[in-house]
Structure formats: structure tokens, C-alpha cells
T-cell receptor
Framework: DSGVTQTPKHLITATGQRVTLRCSPR?????VYWYQQSLDQGLQFLIQ???????AKGNILERFSAQQFPDLHSELNLSSLELGDSALYFC??????????????FGPGTRLTVL | DQQVKQNSPSLSVQEGRISILNCDYT??????FLWYKKYPAEGPTFLIS?????DKNEDGRFTVFLNKSAKHLSLHIVPSQPGDSAVYFC????????????FGGGTRLMVKP
């Protein structure tokens, strides 16, 4: 158990809908990262938050947004869903922003299926 | 453009033998490298890491080697055990890029009893 929790574990929805994925980082971790893993693909970085502020963006679509709340939990919002958005979405957390020994610890993921 | 590549999608090894998983990168700004293990329906689990100032890091049965001039790293597992069967991802980060990880495509390791 990495200490990172994600809810829900599974999500099935229809095209055009909007969903919210939730992540609680490990206790004491200030950085939260979101990654997407599509079928047979590696993990793609989406976005990073540090202590409530957005710090880096990767391959995140404009239909997707995220935020980190004062209690450090984070939400990833996916809107106008398309079939191609079906994927595993992972959240990871780490203590610091960058530098040094700073491994990221991953949650169990949310499997999103868009029908 | 894939900055981190794992060219072997799968590897099969006999129990007790050595498993060698390879990873190549192209971005010379990467200064920290990690290996993660992933079982189906679970998130990646951190395994071992290495800083670019080192060329070797060892943790029990796991050793990571870094060849900066060749932009190549490898993970050695000795001896391999059936429980090591999983997908292994290498990842890289750069200090000035906020620690976001760039992942390779993964190598599926199968350790046969």
C-alpha cells in the first residue's frame, strides 16, 4: 500500500459526459501528479500540483482540468468525454517539488470506460 | 518523440537466473532515473532509482546501472523469482522540470518456475 488513495476505482460513463476523479496523497506529500495510461501504452504525464498551485503541464487536453485543495487532495475533471479517453488514470505524490531523492508513489488508479 | 524507450516489450527468464531489463533515453537533461514494477489492476510500485552522478545502485536483488555516455540504463534482478513477473517501467526526470516523470513503454517480465 503506497498510501495514495484514489476514488472511484472504476467509472463507466457515456460520451459527452463529465467525470471527476479524486486523489488523496500520502500524508506529508505536497506534490500531486496525474498520469494517463491508455491501452497498451506507457504512462503519460498530465499535470502536476504543488501545495495547491499548478506547477507543470504535460499532454493534458483542454477538456481536462485539475486542482489541488487546501487539504492537499486533488481532483481531475474530464469533460465532453470521448471514446478515446477510456484509460487508467493514476495519481502519484511526492514530498518535494524537485531535486534529490524524490520518488513518486502511485495510487491504485481509476479505470475510466467511456461507452 | 519518445524520450525514454524500452525496446523489449517482453522478456522470459527461468527462475534463479538473471533478468536484465534495458532502457534508453535521448534527453541529456534527465538527471534522475527510476524503475517501477506494475502488476495488473494496481498502480506502479517504486523499485529502485539512480542519480546521474552515480553509475550503479544496488538494493538487495535489484541493481540499476547507468551509462550516461550511451544514455542507457539497465535493471538487473538476481536471482529472478516467479513473484517478479510483472511489467517494469523505467522513468526519467530532470531537476528543472518539476520532477515529472517520463516513462518508457514497459517490459513484461515472465519468470518461469
Amino acid at each position: 500500500d503506497s498510501g495514495v488513495t484514489q476514488t472511484p476505482k472504476h467509472l463507466i460513463t457515456a460520451t459527452g459526459q463529465r467525470v471527476t476523479l479524486r486523489c488523496s496523497p500520502r500524508s506529508g506529500d505536497l506534490s500531486v501528479y496525474w498520469y494517463q495510461q491508455s491501452l497498451d501504452q506507457g504512462l503519460q504525464f498530465l499535470i502536476q500540483y504543488y501545495n495547491g498551485e499548478e506547477r507543470a503541464k504535460g499532454n493534458i487536453l483542454e477538456r481536462f482540468s485539475a486542482q489541488q485543495f487546501p487539504d492537499l487532495h486533488s481532483e481531475l475533471n474530464l469533460s465532453s468525454l470521448e471514446l478515446g479517453d477510456s484509460a487508467l488514470y493514476f495519481c502519484a505524490s511526492s514530498v518535494r517539488l524537485a531535486g534529490g531523492v524524490n520518488e513518486q508513489f502511485f495510487g491504485p488508479g481509476t479505470r475510466l470506460t467511456v461507452l | 518523440d519518445q524520450q525514454v524507450k524500452q525496446n523489449s516489450p517482453s522478456l522470459s527468464v527461468q527462475e534463479g537466473r538473471i533478468s536484465i531489463l534495458n532502457c534508453d533515453y535521448t534527453n541529456s537533461m534527465f538527471d534522475y532515473f527510476l524503475w517501477y514494477k506494475k502488476y495488473p489492476a494496481e498502480g506502479p510500485t517504486f523499485l529502485i532509482s539512480i542519480s546521474s552522478i552515480k553509475d550503479k545502485n544496488e538494493d538487495g536483488r535489484f541493481t540499476v546501472f547507468l551509462n550516461k555516455s550511451a544514455k542507457h540504463l539497465s535493471l538487473h534482478i538476481v536471482p529472478s523469482q516467479p513473484g517478479d513477473s510483472a511489467v517494469y517501467f523505467c522513468a526519467a526526470s530532470a531537476y528543472n522540470a518539476g520532477n515529472m516523470l517520463t516513462f518508457g513503454g514497459g517490459t513484461r517480465l515472465m519468470v518461469k518456475p
